[in-house]
């Protein structure tokens, strides 16, 4: 049960875990270029980097080439500025960072460029961008081309043509479609056939009757979820792949995904040890965020992925404005300056 506790300020939560702000602060906030040249050495450059409100331009790049971060250049990294979809790639520009990019996710994940470089690499975005979305955008006209699929064939992969998405069209999503027999146990019906339920895959049922008693009573039945790696060979996964055992990361649904549950704050810290082990986001996702409640864990947050987790930003800062948030961000640089050089 959570207790209450003398409320702090949120500002003052950022000036206790600075780290944490400074991250948050550099990914979703628009920091003016004189702060990001007078603060930059205490900057979260992989942060800023995919920052989509940093104009990021050409001549802002080269100005902090050595600051800006590419994925493939820190095994930590998970996405780099080449993944900011915000930037629009040049041929001049590609080509200044091309020895720093891994060309392949580059292709892959590049959202916007000019006409000279699509018509350039068109190629290697039909090779690499299957049924994507890229818009092309120059001074006087923005055109947005839907990616054909790609198709095995007699004669190897083929890819499909491109097409142009007319002005305020949506392109199409296909949806697969599953056939879903939900089973709609009753407690009672749980309780008679425990013997001889699978309870994995009742783990992931949303019609069932949840609730704490459901849960309590079997507790060690329960499949929570996680996640598992699986290796298999290159031509169950893929004919192209050069390798012959590849691992495959595969995310289990459990009961920590099951949507059927009404999760409250006492629930996920009564099976904070369950849902733990899954990863943060699995309890501090259902968690509905103040002041009192930051404090109160203070010791259990994982300050590396708190800020990025966005129901708590707007549940607990929501008043904050974006000056808000500027002078808060000043004092601590400031005071980032001051514990190194005084």
Known sequence: ML???????????????????????????????????Q????ISWHDLSINEHIPWDFELMKEFEKEIKFSDEDSNLDFGIEENSSIIWSVEMFEYFEHRINKETFFQCVNKCTPAF?????????EQRHNCIITVIDEATTKV????KAKLGNQGMTYGDIKLVEPFEKPKEEKLKVAYKPNKYTLEEIIAQADTLDFEKLSTEIYLPWSEELIDRFIDKWYWGGVKYEYATKGEFNPFIAIDEIPIRIVEMGLADNEGIKWTNDMVL?????LYPIGFYAWAGKLDFNIDLLYQLEGLWDYEQLPYLEKM??????????????????????????????
């Open 313 to 342: 930003w707007q549940q607990v800062y929501a008043d904050f404005t974006e000056e808000d948030w500027h002078t808060a961000m000043e004092l601590i640089f400031q005071n980032e300056y001051n514990l190194r050089y005084n």
């Open 118 to 126: 699509f018509e350039k690499y068109l190629h290697q975005l039909k």
């Open 39 to 42: 603060w930059s050495e205490f």
């Open 270 to 274: 009564k099976y904070w040890f369950q």
């Open 145 to 148: 081309y839907e990616m054909g």
């Open 3 to 37: 207790h209450q506790i003398k409320t702090i300020s949120p500002k003052d939560f950022l000036y206790r875990h600075t780290r944490m702000a400074i991250k948050h602060y550099c990914r979703y906030h628009q920091l003016s270029l004189s702060a990001i040249r």
